[in-house]
Structure formats: structure tokens, C-alpha cells
């Protein structure tokens, strides 16, 4: 993995402030344990206590919660650059469980390692509370996606949003991206069946927009697929750094 200077997660922070020494210091210990994890085995289970947080090295995770009869709802997928289980750390029980979709590394972050942080540097904990806060705007977005977007659209603006995420961690641009997901994951994401959203994708590769194949997103026209959508992406926020 790289160093902390050049870490996802510090491209990402740097969209918000501008870091110091000081603050690359204190991110660097926080990816001072590294960790390996395979595809398809849970890094947390749902209702587990006392674990850890994880910062996103390389790779991709679901986040997803499991209902009583055994089906699962995934609230989102985690790239490189984002923190896993922030919140539950913090609240000393996970509410949903991680899944690495692919194999990928990651550091581990205990509650001690952030609340020393956020002692000793105020303003990166504003820069982990922006990423935080951000991730809530898009959990907001998903919901108003799933109650009411149509089934075109609602996939666009998925596909427009990941693109744009990975962009600001510089794996990702307005061309397309590497993309490890199934229809099965976009299936339980967006509350359609797989059918539905084998459907969907060729209604869009049909109409010039986008085509997911071979686990590459590719953007045809990107501003149709973003008028299709009505994506807005103010909030995710990374325009360029308040905190100079």
C-alpha cells in the first residue's frame, strides 16, 4: 500500500482542506495497521461490538444490512478513499456488515486511534466529519433514488455518481471506470430484480448513454446520461478545499 501522503483517503480529505504535515503525520499512523482481506467474507458482521473501523487501501466493499428472511439490502459500496464502519465504531455496535467484493487491503482503525487524532489535529477531524457528512448526503440520495426515480434513471445516476467518486480518488473520469460489480449487487442496491436490471443497462447502451460490460463502465454520452438522471453532484461536495 502507499504511504499516507499518497493514499486515497488523502485525496479525498485534500477535496475538503488543505493538509498539513502535521495532519499527513497523524494519517499516517492512522494506516499504521495494515490488513488483508478476501473477497466474500464479512470484515464485520451486522450487531457485532466493540470492532474496528477500516480506511480503504484498494478494492471494493458492500455495505449491507440483512433482513429476518435471509434477503440482504446493500446501502452502499465503498472505494478506495473511504472509511468502513466509522459511525459503528463510534457507536460501539454495527447496525450492517461489510463484504469485500473483490480481495482488498485496508487499515485498521481502532476508536482510541480516532479519538487521539482528533485531539491533536482539530482540522483533520473536520476533514473526516466532511467525509463523513458526505456520505450521509449520499445515503439521502439513494433513498430519494429507490422512492422516486424510475429505473433509468436511478441506475444513470448510481453509474454518475461512482464515476464521480472514483474521479476525485483518481481512478475514475467522465470516460467510465473499472467496475467489479454483478447485476445481482446493482439488483440488491437499487430494489430491482436482476432481470430488471439487465433490462435497464441495455436500454441505456442502446441509447447511446452508457455500457457496463466485462467490469467496465464506459460513458457514451455522458450529458444525456446526466439529463437522463437530473444529476446534480453538489452534494458530494469536491469542488475544491474550504479549509486552506
Not at 486515497?8 to 503525520?25: D, Q
Request: hydrophobic share 45%.
Amino acid at each position: 500500500m502507499t504511504s499516507a501522503e499518497h493514499s486515497p483517503l488523502t485525496r479525498k480529505l485534500s477535496a475538503f482542506v488543505a493538509l498539513s504535515e502535521v495532519e499527513l503525520a497523524v494519517l499516517e499512523r492512522l494506516h499504521e495497521r495494515r490488513r488483508s482481506f478476501v473477497a466474500g467474507r464479512d470484515m464485520v458482521h451486522q450487531g457485532q461490538s466493540a470492532q474496528a473501523a477500516y480506511i480503504l487501501s484498494s478494492g471494493w466493499v458492500c455495505s449491507y444490512k440483512l433482513q429476518a428472511d435471509g434477503t440482504r439490502q446493500i446501502v452502499d459500496f465503498q472505494v478506495p478513499g473511504d472509511f468502513l464502519g466509522l459511525r459503528s465504531v463510534l457507536l460501539r455496535t454495527s447496525d450492517h456488515s461489510f463484504e469485500p467484493i473483490v480481495d482488498i487491503e485496508a487499515a485498521e482503525v481502532l476508536a482510541s486511534d480516532l479519538i487521539d487524532a482528533f485531539a491533536r489535529t482539530p482540522r483533520l477531524a473536520t476533514a473526516i466529519l466532511w467525509a463523513a457528512s458526505r456520505d450521509e448526503a449520499m445515503v439521502v440520495e439513494h433513498l430519494v433514488g429507490i422512492g422516486r426515480r424510475n429505473a433509468e434513471a436511478r441506475m444513470a445516476h448510481f453509474l454518475l455518481e461512482l464515476g464521480s467518486r472514483l474521479a476525485l480518488v483518481g481512478i475514475g473520469s467522465k470516460e467510465g471506470f473499472d467496475c467489479p460489480l454483478t447485476q445481482y449487487h446493482l439488483a440488491d442496491t437499487l430494489g430491482l430484480s436482476a432481470v430488471h436490471v439487465n433490462r435497464v443497462l441495455r436500454q441505456l447502451r442502446e441509447s447511446g448513454l452508457v455500457t457496463f460490460r466485462d467490469g467496465r463502465v464506459t460513458f457514451h454520452d455522458y450529458g444525456g446520461l446526466v439529463e437522463l438522471a437530473e444529476f446534480d453532484p453538489e452534494y458530494l461536495d469536491q469542488t475544491g478545499p474550504l479549509l486552506k
